[in-house]
């Protein structure tokens, strides 16, 4: 079990505030379930067990635009890691180099200004 810094103010950010109540689920599940790179497997009736709803994934993945990231059977959610560690990570902390790991196995990498996308050589 890991505990993860959430934005309380995302309910007066009007991105968040217009998205229909079953994409708000959708995107606190996501936050909640992907792991410490923002990589999510994508798990259909996992997802419908958890939430009690009839969820269709690819649905919501375009209604949360450049929020997420699709990579066939996984989602990334690019600013993840950046919001979660405040800073781009380094081999130096214990911790990220645990992240690190974790990008390197899903063929990730972190730009310059901490957003995780799919490396280059990948």
């Not at 217009?18 to 990589?39: A, C, E, N, Q, R």
């Not at 380094?90 to 990498?109: D, P, S, Y």
């Amino acid at each position: 079990m890991s505990k993860r810094f959430t934005e309380t103010e995302k309910w007066e950010d009007s991105w968040f505030a217009y998205l229909t109540p079953t994409t708000k689920l959708f995107w606190i599940f996501l936050l909640d379930k992907v792991d410490d790179s923002g990589v999510w497997k994508k798990d259909q009736r996992r997802l419908n067990f958890e939430t009690g709803m009839e969820i269709e994934i690819q649905a919501f993945i375009e209604d949360l635009g450049d929020r997420v990231i699709d990579l066939d059977d996984r989602i990334l959610i690019p600013g993840f890691v950046q919001f979660q560690q405040g800073r781009p990570l380094t081999e130096k902390v214990r911790f990220h180099q645990r992240i690190l790991k974790l990008l390197e196995k899903h063929g990730l990498e972190q730009d310059g200004k901490g957003q995780v996308r799919v490396s280059k050589g990948f």
